[in-house]
C-alpha cells in the first residue's frame, strides 16, 4: 500500500474531531462534578460541626445555616479558580494536539502533491532541455514531444484532481441535484472503460437494471464518482481478472457495486484507502495513479448523504467497493 503512515497518521478527520468534542464534554462534566461533589462535602461537614457538635438548634441554628451557606459559596468560588484552570489545560491541550495532528496532515498532503508533480516535470525539462540542446535524432524527435505531451498532460489531471478535491472538502460546496436515473449513470461509466477492459483483457460482467431507478442527486458528480471506482478497477486489476459492476435497489437504499477479483484490501486498509495520495499497489507511479479518485468518489457520495465502503460479501469477488445511497 503507498504511504501506509499517511493514511494512520491522518485517519479519518471527522472522527478526529468526534474525538476532541468527546474529550471535551468529559473535561467539562469532570470539572462541574468535582464542584458538585466538594459543596456536597462542605456543607455535611459543616452541618455536622455546628449542630452535632455544639448543639445548635432553633433559631441559633437558622442563622448558624445562612452562615454556613455564605462559607460554602465562598468556598465554592475559591474552588471554581483552580477548577477553571485544570479544564482550560485540558482543553488547551487537546486543542495544541489537534491542531498539531491537522498541521501534520496538511503538511504530508502538500509534500505527497510536490512528490507527484516534481516526477512528471522533471521529465518534462529534461526532454525540453535534449530538445533545445539538438541532442535528440530528427526522426526521434516526434517521439520525444509525445512524451512531452503525455507528462504535461499527466500534470494537467492531476492538478485538475487536487483542485476537484479542494472544493469538495468546503462546507459550502453546491450540488445541483435534479431527478436522475441511476442506472443511466453506471451505464455510461462502465461504457466509456469498455475498451480499455478489453485491451487488458479484464472480462467484465454488467448487472445493471433496465427499468429506470430515479434518485435526486448531481448527475455531473455522481458520474465522476462512478467513473473514478470504475477507473481504479481497471488500473488496479490485472490480465485475466474479473470486474462486476451492478446497480440494486431495495427498502435499504439504492447500492452500486463495483466488484473485482484482483488483490484483497485488508480491514486495515480500508480504512484508509479513501484518503487522498493513498493507493493499494505499493507505490505510487503513472500507472496506479496518485490516490486521489478514490478520495475524490467517497466526497461526493457523502455530499449526497450516501456512503462510499470496501465490503467483502459479493459471491465470486474477492472486494467490492459499495456506494450506498439513501431512498
Same mark, same amino acid.
Request: with cysteine; net charge neutral; aromatic share 6%.
Given at each position: 500500500?503507498?504511504?501506509?503512515?499517511?493514511?494512520?497518521?491522518?485517519?479519518?478527520?471527522?472522527?478526529?474531531?468526534?474525538?476532541?468534542?468527546?474529550?471535551?464534554?468529559?473535561?467539562?462534566?469532570? %470539572?462541574?462534578?468535582?464542584?458538585?461533589?466538594?459543596? !456536597?462535602?462542605?456543607? &455535611?461537614?459543616?452541618? @455536622?460541626?455546628?449542630?452535632?457538635?455544639?448543639?445548635?438548634?432553633?433559631?441559633?441554628?437558622?442563622?448558624?445555616? %445562612?452562615?454556613?451557606?455564605?462559607?460554602?459559596?465562598?468556598?465554592?468560588?475559591?474552588?471554581?479558580?483552580?477548577?477553571?484552570? !485544570?479544564?482550560? $489545560?485540558?482543553?488547551?491541550?487537546?486543542?495544541?494536539? +489537534?491542531?498539531?495532528?491537522?498541521?501534520? +496532515?496538511?503538511?504530508? !498532503?502538500?509534500?505527497?502533491?510536490?512528490?507527484?508533480?516534481?516526477?512528471?516535470?522533471?521529465?518534462?525539462?529534461?526532454?525540453?532541455?535534449?530538445?533545445?540542446?539538438?541532442? =535528440?535524432?530528427? @526522426?526521434?524527435?516526434?517521439?520525444?514531444?509525445?512524451?512531452?505531451?503525455?507528462?504535461?498532460?499527466?500534470?494537467?489531471? &492531476?492538478?485538475?484532481? &487536487?483542485?476537484?478535491?479542494?472544493?469538495?472538502?468546503?462546507?459550502?460546496?453546491?450540488?445541483?441535484? %435534479?431527478? %436522475?436515473?441511476?442506472?443511466?449513470?453506471? $451505464?455510461?461509466?462502465?461504457?466509456?472503460?469498455?475498451?480499455?477492459?478489453?485491451?487488458?483483457?479484464?472480462?467484465?460482467?454488467?448487472?445493471?437494471?433496465?427499468?429506470?431507478?430515479?434518485?435526486?442527486?448531481?448527475?455531473?458528480?455522481?458520474?465522476?464518482?462512478?467513473?473514478?471506482?470504475?477507473?481504479?478497477?481497471?488500473?488496479?486489476?490485472?490480465?485475466?481478472?474479473?470486474?462486476?459492476?451492478?446497480?440494486?435497489?431495495?427498502?435499504?437504499?439504492?447500492?452500486?457495486? =463495483?466488484?473485482?477479483?484482483?488483490?484483497?484490501?485488508?480491514?486495515?486498509?480500508? +480504512?484508509?484507502?479513501?484518503?487522498?495520495?493513498?493507493?493499494?499497489?505499493?507505490? $505510487?507511479?503513472?500507472?496506479?495513479?496518485?490516490? !486521489?479518485?478514490?478520495?475524490?468518489?467517497?466526497?461526493?457520495?457523502?455530499?449526497?448523504?450516501?456512503?462510499?465502503?470496501?465490503?467483502?460479501?459479493?459471491?465470486?469477488?474477492?472486494?467490492?467497493?459499495?456506494?450506498?445511497?439513501?431512498?
Amino acid at each position: 500500500m503507498n504511504n501506509p503512515g499517511l493514511g494512520v497518521q491522518a485517519g479519518k478527520r471527522g472522527e478526529k474531531m468526534k474525538q476532541l468534542k468527546r474529550s471535551i464534554i468529559l473535561c467539562f462534566v469532570g %470539572t462541574t462534578s468535582s464542584l458538585t461533589i466538594a459543596e !456536597l462535602v462542605l456543607a &455535611l461537614l459543616f452541618r @455536622e460541626f455546628f449542630t452535632s457538635y455544639y448543639g445548635i438548634s432553633g433559631a441559633v441554628a437558622a442563622a448558624t445555616g %445562612t452562615l454556613v451557606v455564605n462559607i460554602i459559596m465562598c468556598a465554592a468560588l475559591i474552588m471554581v479558580l483552580p477548577a477553571a484552570w !485544570l479544564f482550560s $489545560r485540558l482543553i488547551t491541550k487537546k486543542m495544541n494536539a +489537534e491542531i498539531q495532528r491537522q498541521t501534520d +496532515e496538511r503538511n504530508m !498532503l502538500y509534500a505527497n502533491i510536490a512528490h507527484d508533480l516534481k516526477t512528471p516535470m522533471t521529465s518534462i525539462l529534461g526532454y525540453a532541455k535534449a530538445l533545445g540542446d539538438k541532442k =535528440v535524432e530528427l @526522426e526521434q524527435s516526434e517521439i520525444v514531444i509525445d512524451r512531452i505531451y503525455q507528462k504535461a498532460k499527466q500534470t494537467d489531471e &492531476l492538478l485538475n484532481m &487536487l483542485f476537484e478535491y479542494t472544493k469538495l472538502q468546503t462546507e459550502g460546496y453546491p450540488l445541483n441535484k %435534479t431527478e %436522475t436515473d441511476i442506472c443511466s449513470i453506471v $451505464r455510461r461509466a462502465a461504457a466509456g472503460q469498455y475498451e480499455a477492459f478489453e485491451e487488458k483483457n479484464i472480462r467484465l460482467e454488467i448487472d445493471i437494471p433496465d427499468e429506470k431507478i430515479p434518485v435526486s442527486c448531481d448527475m455531473l458528480q455522481m458520474t465522476r464518482a462512478v467513473g473514478n471506482l470504475v477507473i481504479n478497477a481497471y488500473k488496479h486489476n490485472d490480465e485475466g481478472n474479473q470486474v462486476g459492476i451492478m446497480v440494486r435497489k431495495d427498502a435499504g437504499g439504492i447500492f452500486i457495486v =463495483v466488484a473485482d477479483t484482483g488483490r484483497d484490501i485488508r480491514r486495515e486498509e480500508s +480504512e484508509i484507502i479513501f484518503e487522498p495520495f493513498v493507493s493499494s499497489d505499493a507505490s $505510487r507511479n503513472a500507472a496506479c495513479g496518485s490516490g !486521489l479518485g478514490l478520495a475524490i468518489a467517497k466526497k461526493i457520495v457523502e455530499k449526497h448523504g450516501g456512503t462510499l465502503t470496501v465490503e467483502h460479501k459479493e459471491a465470486g469477488y474477492v472486494k467490492e467497493f459499495v456506494i450506498s445511497i439513501p431512498v
